[in-house]
């Protein structure tokens, strides 16, 4: 028998040998490096000590600041666009879901366990505008069924920066525009704990994250989406080990990474804070789920808006319970019962003219904070103050400065509008066409006065563009 030639790699010379060695060394002197980064997803022990991420955290902020200003320098942040894998490992200390909470979550959202999230769902998340710019402090949002979810998130996180963050100091709008990425996440990780606390009626919370373990497969009764049953979940009984949580783990939590499910994650987080059954006390018989499908997409209904608001999954936006026929009391009609921090103005030319345009209660249309999410036409926005006192004294409501961001890429800079209320001039600038409201006023403008009737509104300049 004729024995076979040796293969090359039997053969090797020892210049060769040399070569694949020193490519070896090159090898681990990188991932020493992308390790060094933060890149590699190790088990953290989330019970970190708080005093020493701010230390951490000051510490980072001022070499990004410097960074920033010098050229010639390798910026840490150029690492995040490396490929990576969203996960994190299976042993971080999560309880796995199991397919009774799997299909409790589908039922809750879409009314059955068959309908899964679509691709635009699955790829939005919460990415930030560039750090240092006018709009530092903003999240893009665009047209979508997420967009409402996103612009309460941006609500939450304007509170944090304008009045949460310093609450002894005041806080002017420039400070909007002079953040860094590392005070993004900071801020984006704050805002999401804030409200899975609330959600939660401040005891606990929950986190959920994607491991690389699935826990079930398909059945006759379960359609998989290869993300949900490889669900870890977290729970925290106090607020600063929550935050803490995810200020360490903020690209592991995946919020905030393109193609992290972020926007999913953070809507199972907020349904697990507030627990499934708490979820159905909270609606009534005009809502079984929270999911609607429309024009091909799913958009969130007014539950999932309070929820996030008041801590409530509450269907209707006046104040209190109530029931719209004294014969038959069971058939109750949940409102909102207590006043959000982040409040609610809503505006539709199609519903005034319909006659059927939603009456908001005080509990949303006087928050805590200076700070509204906007329905306007359908869309979503959001409308701010830097003055607390506007809510508290009416003699700061006679001139006072609002800003508005929409959420749209194409809007470069805050908007800057001054609302005089005692000023009617408007009603004599447009006393033609009084049958459509729109040609006369912006969209922007109406729903400003279902809060401040009759008020008059200074674009300073800008084109109306909402």
């Known amino acids: 028998m004729k024995r076979r030639p040796l293969g090359r790699e039997r053969n090797l010379k020892p210049m060769e040998l040399e070569e694949i060695a020193t490519k070896i060394s090159a090898l681990d002197k990188w991932r020493a490096i992308f390790s060094s980064q933060g890149l590699k997803i190790q088990n953290p022990g989330f019970q970190t000590n708080q005093d020493h991420y701010n230390a951490d955290e000051e510490s980072e902020e001022r070499a990004e600041t410097s960074s920033s200003k010098t050229h010639g320098t390798f910026p840490g942040s150029i690492f995040y666009s490396i490929p990576r894998e969203l996960i994190i490992a299976s042993d971080l200390g999560g309880q796995p879901i199991s397919v009774e909470m799997a299909m409790a979550l589908r039922k809750i959202l879409f009314g059955n366990t068959f309908q899964t999230f679509n691709y635009e769902w699955k790829k939005s998340f919460f990415k930030f505008r560039e750090a240092f710019s006018e709009l530092a402090y903003a999240i893009e949002a665009e047209k979508g069924g997420t967009r409402a979810i996103q612009l309460v998130v941006q609500a939450h996180i ?21 953040l860094s990425q590392k005070q993004q996440e900071r801020a984006l990780a704050a805002s999401i704990a804030d409200i899975l606390w609330t959600t939660g009626e401040m005891k606990r919370a929950t986190i959920c994250l994607i491991t690389s373990d699935s826990y079930f497969t398909e059945s006759p009764d379960y359609k998989t989406d290869n993300f949900t049953e490889r669900l870890q979940l977290f729970e925290f009984e106090e607020k600063d080990k929550l935050e803490t949580f995810l200020c360490s783990h903020i690209h592991c939590v995946s919020f905030k990474d393109e193609g992290s499910h972020g926007v999913i994650l953070f809507l199972y987080s907020l349904l697990f804070s507030r627990t499934i059954t708490r979820i159905q006390h909270d609606l009534d018989h005009t809502t079984a789920q929270l999911l609607h499908f429309c024009l091909g997409n799913y958009t969130v209904r007014q539950a999932v808006l309070n929820l996030m608001l008041t801590g409530r999954a509450s269907p209707h936006v006046f104040n209190g319970d109530q029931a719209l026929d004294d014969q038959n009391l069971e058939q109750m009609y949940h409102g909102v019962l207590a006043r959000s921090e982040v409040g609610y103005l809503h505006w539709s030319k199609e519903e005034m003219e319909q006659d059927r345009l939603p009456r908001v209660g005080s509990m949303l249309k006087t928050p805590k904070y200076p700070i509204w999410l906007c329905s306007i036409n359908g869309a979503y926005s959001v409308l701010f103050g830097t003055n607390t006192s506007l809510l508290c004294d009416w003699k700061m409501e006679h001139i006072f400065d609002l800003y508005f961001y929409s959420g749209q890429s194409s809007q470069k800079k805050t908007a800057h509008l001054t609302v005089d209320t005692h000023s009617h001039h408007w009603e004599e600038s447009y006393k033609i066409d009084e049958s459509d409201h729109e040609k006369k006023f912006p969209s922007l403008e109406m729903v400003i006065r279902t809060k401040w009737e ?8 800008t084109v109306p563009f909402f």
């Open 158 to 178: 304007i509170k944090y920066l304008l009045f949460t963050r310093n609450k002894h100091e005041y806080t002017s709008i420039k400070s909007l525009s002079e």
């Open 454 to 461: 009759g008020a008059a509104i200074n674009w300073h300049g």
